[in-house]
Each structure stands twice: as structure tokens, then as C-alpha cells.
């Protein structure tokens, strides 16, 4: 909603040039399609000139006729987009898209290996029991109080070193979920089970010891780090609480080893924040969380602030650190392209609920719930020949407000194949043979 009424102040003056400088990044690929969807009607309509700056060439596919590619302040390649995409000359260009190309790509392969699966019968690492979560907000000028239902009812399991994707637009329960299983907020219903112990009602010292295993990684990678800290301080930080018998030679053997392991050098420990990258932060964040060598890793949405090298070469990490040390991996992402690089299985939530969870190949190639087909369609293929097509297609909808989600069927005011029995019924959480879970009246006949 901002960006549309920003791009309604821009156009208030009738320009015939409009710049947009990253207009869609970090927004969820719905709302970007819808953005991109107008920016293209509006160029097609008015006949405006469009400078679109961005860091994903999929958007660049989608409306802009011709393009530069630019790299240290320089460009490097420039022409029509369609001769571009299909024949880049330049090495920098053939990388960017190569890389902007390898989450859509149905047969590519993961980063990292699954891992072995689990005995028949073995208990499972983590398990959430019908998860529910509120919070209290204020509302209105007289400060009402109010409900929002942030969760509901969530139930799965993880195995051992299964890494589970997470995915849905902003304000799903994404991160709720991640906090909730971190027991860093109260539950309003339901139970989490870490090693067969629950956590709920655990005493303060032996959370704080379990919290050892669970480690998260933060979206913000400059914000989650302490800008008066060195970064050998903000990586050693968690050895103070939980390992606090090491020697001073063991200490920063420790840190050593966690900044090599993400691809730090040892130079960098006398450094504070503002002297690093994006990427460089968030390897820090990583090393942070990995250096108690945890058995679960959450990970909320720790690409969305990176462009799209930096991405890759976070997801090619995160991969690497699974195939060292098999963890649990929790990956959060409004992004549900490039959560198949990374996870086994894969889980969709819209307004606190479960939409459907499937392993990554099923869920990306046979997508059974209508609003897992709208995430899916929506996300930015860099081929000029296709992308502007589904631009055009993009759902039109938001999420209505969680303080007052539909009845029945929360998906359904944004479904097009709602019927009467969608807002009379919330549906059932469906175990399909091949592990494949659903929640819609009507997957059935949808095919
Ligand atoms: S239950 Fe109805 S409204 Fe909900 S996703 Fe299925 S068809 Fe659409």
C-alpha cells in the first residue's frame, strides 16, 4: 500500500520520466508482482519513460525494454533486454544471471544434500503441537486492546538434520513461528518438544542451557549486530554464557574457527560493523550462532536485506555448515524460490495458519493449495520471453486484516475458486501417502 501511494506522489505531477530506485525490494513476491504489474501498465498507458534500478534481473524481465548492467560504478554491458538475457557477453553479466536463474529452475539441484533420513519410528528432533499464538495490541484513539491471532494451531515435526522452509507474505507467522519454537514468546496454546523434552514450563536455567542447541540468525544483518563491538566480540558473546570454563587459548581458538568457517578472515575480529559488507555482517551473525555448534538453526529471513550475489553465496554457506555439521534448519523466507535451494520440505503459512507442507520437489512442481500457486506464480522469472506474461496474471489481493480474519477458509476472500463451503468451514489439515499435507475444501477437484 506505501509503495503504491509513493507512486502516486511521483505521477501527481504528470513526469514523463519516472525513476524507481529498488521499488520492490524486501516486499513479499505478491505485492511485488502487483507493484511491477503497475509500474509496466503505467510505461504501456502513459507512455512513460521508466528507470527501473534494481538488483534482480527477474524484475528487469518483466517490463524494461532495454538494459545496463553495472559493476564498481561502471557499466559493463548494455542493450536490449531480450538480446541480453539470451547472449550476455560479459562474464559479470553471464554470473548474474546464472545466479538470478538457478532458484527457478525445477531440475537444479540443491545446495546443499539431504540428509540421511530418519530411522523408521525415530522420534522426532522438534515437534509443535497445535502452536497457537496472540498478541495484545492497542487499537484506535481510545487505545482499545485487541487480539491478533499471530499462530494458530500449528502442528509438525522435524527430523534430525531435516531443513523445513517457511514461507508466506508478511504478517503469516513466519517469524512468530521461529520465536515461538525459540520459546523467546509465550505460547497462547500448544506445546514445543525439543529431544523429546517440552519446553513450555521448562525452569530459566535449564532453557537457558538447551537454548546452547538453538541458535538463531537475524533478517537485519547490520541492526542484530552491536555497533560498539568488535566483530571477536559479537562472535565470542555466546561462549560467555554457555561456555564460560574456556581457557583464554580455547576462547579465541573458538572464534578463529567459527569466522574461518564462514569465510572470515581472522583479520577481521579487530573490526566493528560499520566496517563490513551486508554479507560480510551477516557471516559474522552466522558465525555468531554457530560457534556453540547448535543442533537447530533458525534462520529468519536472513537473505532478504542481500542483493543477489550475496545471497548465493549465503545460501551456498548455509549448505556447507548442514553437509559439516548435520543440524535442524529452520528457514524463514518470503522469498519460496529460493527456499528449494536449501530445504527438504517446505511450509506455507497465510494469516497464522498452515496452508500446505510438502517436500521441496512436490511443492514446487505439483503445488496443491491455490494460494501456494499464488506465491508460486508470482515469483520473478528473469526470461524476457515469459516474464511479462506472468506479470499480467499476478493475483490482485492482499491479506486482510489479522484482527479480523474471514471465516471459514482465511484464503478465501483472495481464492478464485472459493465457494460456499470455504467460508462456512475451516478446513482440515489433510495427510496426503506421500507426505504431502494440504488444507483446502477443494485440492481435490483443482487437481
Ligand atoms: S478452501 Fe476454498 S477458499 Fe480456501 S483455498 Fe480451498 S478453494 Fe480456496
Redesign the pocket.
Known amino acids: 500500500m506505501r509503495q503504491r501511494v509513493m507512486i502516486a506522489i511521483a505521477l501527481s505531477g504528470e513526469p514523463q520520466l519516472l525513476i524507481a530506485d529498488e521499488p520492490t525490494t524486501a516486499l513479499d513476491v505478491t505485492v511485488q508482482a502487483q507493484i511491477l504489474a503497475l509500474l509496466a501498465e503505467l510505461k504501456r498507458e502513459r507512455g512513460l519513460a521508466l528507470v527501473l534500478i534494481t538488483h534482480d534481473p527477474g524484475v528487469v524481465a518483466g517490463i524494461a525494454d532495454r538494459v545496463s548492467v553495472m559493476r564498481d560504478g561502471r557499466i559493463v554491458e548494455t542493450g536490449a533486454v531480450g538480446a541480453i538475457f539470451r547472449s550476455p557477453r560479459e562474464p559479470y553479466t553471464r554470473k548474474l544471471l546464472r545466479e538470478a536463474r538457478g532458484p527457478h529452475l525445477p531440475a537444479d539441484a540443491p545446495h546443499s544434500s539431504p540428509p540421511a533420513p530418519a530411522a523408521p519410528g525415530a522420534p522426532p528432533a522438534l515437534e509443535l503441537a497445535g502452536v497457537s499464538v496472540r498478541y495484545t495490541i492497542g487499537r484506535g484513539w481510545l487505545g482499545r486492546r485487541a487480539k491478533l491471532a499471530a499462530l494458530s494451531e500449528v502442528s509438525l515435526e522435524l527430523a534430525r538434520g531435516e531443513a523445513l522452509g517457511v514461507v508466506g507474505e508478511s504478517g503469516c507467522g513466519k517469524s512468530t513461528l521461529v520465536r515461538a519454537v525459540l520459546q523467546l514468546l509465550p505460547l497462547h496454546a500448544g506445546r514445543v518438544v525439543w529431544m523429546g523434552r517440552a519446553l513450555g514450563g521448562l525452569p530459566r536455567s535449564a532453557l537457558r542451557s538447551l537454548r546452547r542447541d538453538l541458535q538463531i540468525i537475524f533478517q537485519d544483518p547490520f541492526g542484530s549486530l552491536d555497533p560498539r563491538m568488535t566483530v571477536g566480540e559479537i562472535v565470542a558473546e555466546p561462549l560467555e554464557v554457555h561456555a564460560r570454563d574456556f581457557t583464554p587459548a580455547a576462547h579465541a581458538a573458538a572464534v578463529a574457527a567459527a569466522l574461518s568457517q564462514v569465510g572470515l578472515g581472522a583479520e577481521l575480529s579487530s573490526r566493528y560493523p560499520h566496517e563490513l559488507s551486508g554479507g560480510q555482517c551477516q557471516r559474522v551473525g552466522i558465525a555468531r550462532a554457530m560457534i556453540l555448534r547448535p543442533q537447530l538453526l533458525a534462520c529468519d529471513e536472513p537473505l532478504s536485506a542481500l542483493d543477489v550475489s550475496t545471497q548465493e553465496q549465503i545460501l551456498t554457506l548455509l549448505g556447507e555448515l548442514r553437509r559439516a555439521s548435520p543440524m535442524c534448519l529452520l528457514f524463514v523466507s518470503h522469498n519460496v524460490a529460493l527456499v528449494q535451494r536449501l530445504c527438504e520440505r517446505v511450509l506455507v503459512l497465510y494469516l497464522g495458519r498452515m496452508?500446505e507442507l510438502a517436500p521441496a520437489a512436490a511443492l514446487y512442481s505439483r503445488p496443491l493449495?491455490?494460494?501456494t500457486r499464488e506465491l508460486l506464480a508470482a515469483v520473478p522469472v528473469p526470461d524476457p520471453d515469459i516474464q511479462p506474461a506472468r506479470l499480467e496474471r499476478a493475483g490482485r489481493g492482499e491479506p486482510p486484516s489479522p484482527l479480523t480474519p474471514p471465516s471459514?477458509?482465511?484464503?478465501?476472500?483472495?481464492?478464485?475458486?472459493?465457494?460456499a463451503?470455504?467460508?462456512e468451514r475451516i478446513?482440515t489439515w489433510e495427510k496426503l501417502p506421500d507426505g504431502h499435507y494440504v488444507?483446502?475444501?477443494?485440492?481435490r477437484e483443482?487437481g
Do not use: D, E, K, N
Open positions: 496452508m493449495h491455490p494460494y471459514g477458509c482465511v484464503y478465501r476472500t483472495r481464492c478464485p475458486h472459493a465457494a463451503v470455504c467460508r478446513p488444507a483446502c475444501h477443494r485440492w483443482l
